[in-house]
């Protein structure tokens, strides 16, 4: 995995900097989301593998369905990706492009795990009390986890903030029993 973003971060990069140059971000985004699907199809991830398909019929293939979002250029770089063999990076380089999407617009990805469903109006709240914590946009991801017993776990990148119930009884019993 360390590997594959190693090789990824550079053409996410690469095809960022083209996006945003150009003023295609959504376009972009949506093009590399669509040919990251295309190479995790079983059938096309055979084609991959096979050497008898040849790196330029692939890079056919995805263009042509991902290519309207992505335009010539999007074209050239998926033409680029299937010469260096790095076609199966697709959704790596996909995710990264939108780590720096999100980065640029001033967005953050908040996964929240309660005990229970939150409505409509805790959805509001916590997202605005974030938003002014982060100093971002924030995107709010729901679960639920009966096993907290109460509270809530938030996650944005490396900030994790546990208020759960199961989190402040395993604390006290650490407590209670160091």
Sequence with gaps: MAADKTVSRPYAKAAFEEARESG?????????????????????????????VASAELARLIAGIAGPQLGETGRN?????????????????????????DEAEGVADVTVTSAAALDEAQRRRLSEALARRLKRRVRLHCHTDPGLIGGAVLRAGDLVIDGSLRARLERMAYELTS
Excluded at 77 to 101: D, G, Q, W
């Design 24 to 52: 295609r971000l959504e376009e972009w985004s949506r093009g590399l989301a669509v040919a990251a699907q295309v190479v995790h199809d079983p059938r096309v991830q055979r084609l991959l593998d096979d050497p008898r």
């Design 77 to 101: 770089f998926v033409l680029t990706l299937a010469e260096n063999h790095r076609l199966a990076y697709l959704p790596e380089i996909s995710a990264i492009f939108e780590e720096l999407k």
